[in-house]
């Protein structure tokens, strides 16, 4: 019922910034809160940041200070800039969304991926 496409991955170098975007396609009525998470080679997913439907942010302690997630409902559209990038950042970054009626992240996007390396 809702289609999330990320994009905007690349690789790039400790200290440089990339800006993801994710086009939400479908329902779109259905959605609530957003968010970004991101799975690294061997470890679990985690959660990036999250913006509810008012504008409210949460961030991972880990990337407090140098990212920010933003939407753009008239479009359709969520992003995660990201500056001061350093090496751990490194993964696969999943768009989610959340169903307003099931409270759940039911809905992902296929993913794109993040190197930060020199």
């Known amino acids: 019922q809702v289609q999330l496409v990320e994009s905007g991955g690349g690789l790039v170098q400790p200290g440089g910034s990339l800006r993801l975007s994710c086009a939400a396609s479908?329902?779109?009525?259905?959605?609530?809160?957003m968010g970004w998470y991101r799975q690294a080679p061997g470890k679990e997913r985690e959660l990036v940041a999250t913006?509810?439907?008012?504008?409210?942010?949460n961030d991972a302690d880990s990337v407090k200070g140098r990212f920010t997630i933003s939407r753009d409902n008239a479009k359709n559209t969520l992003y995660l800039q990201m500056n001061s990038l350093k090496p751990e950042d490194t993964a696969m970054y999943y768009c989610a969304a959340m169903d307003l009626f099931s409270g759940e992240y039911d809905y992902w996007g296929q993913g794109t991926q993040v190197t930060v390396s020199s």
């Open positions: 913006i509810s439907s008012g504008g409210s942010t």
């Open positions: 479908g329902s779109i009525f259905r959605i609530d809160t």
